[in-house]
């Protein structure tokens, strides 16, 4: 008997951090993989799956230009329940905190089917911080029956919240799982990339998104435009990101271009060498916070908070929010004082092994074998409820 999982996704952090997963549910026998891509994102999670060479069994192309968090909620309940109608999974994977993740667990909920969350139990418990994730990734921790932690502190998080610790298992970040498998493959910078990254330059490697700090970002940005006017062997690369309201910002904030370089969003093993080769990043990005520490970076966190404090307590990174002044202050110091660089820099990745995809798996077949005795006697195609 085998257990149908369903794997829903749709931006494209959650494309990096669950390929390594429904890779692994494709190689497993008694699994059958159906694979969701919402498209919440487009030409950013095309990128993704294009190098991860997956391709979705369904593409329910939800994304609007600027459209609102209430109409991408409505497309997403829209496209989602008539595929769980259809495939009846047994269970559904979901990730992290984004849209996707919020409305695909409560879609499962509302068919008994159970969700497994992956990336569960990060927290900063302020509602508004990050805006709106914060708030999904407790509902998904409602919502979900099991919970993929990343670190034992995410464990004990969700413990706090009356989870059931049999249903929770340790298993590090997939996203280390993902960097290993693309910083293995051969590279070779080419094009402008090139002639910016081998420069003799100090690479400062930019990335911000994130909603609740849209109106904040532009003392982020002085920040980094007072540090390049400082510093002439320093220069800023900052992939920016799709979303039309934080290009504009860009646009508007950095108006002497000389040693910034404003590129578009890169794909993921591009990224990936640019952060490889970079001095240092500033960045409010969660996945950048993970795996800036596995190529020893140090990050500045351009946010108020963090849910990523395993890193602050490693040394890896420091939170500094939208502050122009701590912005130059610590870039300052990392930039000047060998010593606190190389402090921050060789600090120990605490996010995973480039285990966890496999941990997930085996965790999920277990399940299936616990539960298979009690269910069987009912049905012989539903294992988990
Ligand atoms: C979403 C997630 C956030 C995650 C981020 C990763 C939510 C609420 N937020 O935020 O948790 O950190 O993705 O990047 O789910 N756009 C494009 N092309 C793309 C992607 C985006 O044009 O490939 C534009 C569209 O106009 C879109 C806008 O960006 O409407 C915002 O995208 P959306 O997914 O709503 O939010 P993000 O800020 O990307
Ligand atoms: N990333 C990428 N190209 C870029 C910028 C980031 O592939 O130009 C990757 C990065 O390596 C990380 C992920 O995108 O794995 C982070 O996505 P983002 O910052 O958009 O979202 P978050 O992690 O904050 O949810």
């Known amino acids: 008997m085998t257990a149908k999982i369903m794997t829903l996704l749709g931006t494209r952090p959650e494309g990096i951090k669950m390929a390594p997963v429904v890779k692994e549910i494709e190689r497993t026998d008694n699994l059958i993989s159906i694979f969701v891509n919402t498209a919440q994102h487009r030409e950013m999670i095309d990128q993704v799956l294009d190098l991860f060479q997956l391709v979705p069994e369904y593409d329910l192309n939800v994304m609007r230009p600027k459209q609102r968090l209430e109409e991408l909620t409505m497309r997403l309940f829209q496209g989602i329940t008539p595929i769980l109608e259809k495939e009846k999974p047994d269970m559904v994977l979901v990730h992290g905190d984004t849209t996707t993740t919020f409305v695909g667990a409560y879609a499962a909920f509302l068919q008994q089917i159970p969700v497994g969350h992956i990336e569960a139990g990060l927290r900063t418990n302020h509602m508004y911080s990050p805006f709106p994730e914060e708030l999904n990734r407790q509902l998904v921790g409602r919502l979900a029956t099991y919970h993929f932690a990343v670190t034992e502190a995410n464990k004990q998080n969700l413990l706090k ?55 904040e970002l532009k003392h982020v940005y002085r920040a980094i435009q007072r540090i390049v006017e400082q510093h002439e062997d320093v220069q800023v690369v900052f992939p920016v990101h799709k979303n039309p309201l934080i290009r504009q910002k860009v646009m508007r904030e950095f108006v002497d271009m000389k040693q910034i370089y404003l590129i578009e969003p890169l794909d993921y093993e591009e990224f990936l060498h640019v952060l490889k080769h970079c001095y240092m990043v500033i960045t409010d990005s969660g996945g950048i916070q993970e795996e800036a520490p596995a190529l020893g970076k140090p990050v500045l966190v351009a946010r108020d908070t963090t849910e990523r404090p395993e890193g602050i307590d490693a040394g890896t990174s420091k939170v500094v929010g939208t502050s122009e002044e701590k912005i130059v202050a610590l870039c300052e110091q990392l930039l000047r004082d060998e010593a606190a660089y190389n402090e921050m820099a060789n600090a120990p990745n605490p996010f995973g092994d480039g285990y966890s995809a496999k941990q997930i798996v085996h965790t999920i077949q277990s399940l299936a074998e616990e539960t298979r005795a009690i269910y069987q006697r009912n049905t012989d195609e539903v294992i988990y409820r």
């Open 161 to 215: 919240e009356n989870v059931a610790e049999k249903n929770i298992a340790v298993v590090g970040n997939t996203v280390i799982d993902a960097l290993l498998e693309i910083t293995s493959r051969h590279y070779q910078f080419e094009g402008e990339l090139a002639s910016i990254i081998h420069s003799t330059k100090k690479t400062i490697l930019v990335t911000t998104h994130r909603r609740e700090n849209i109106d």
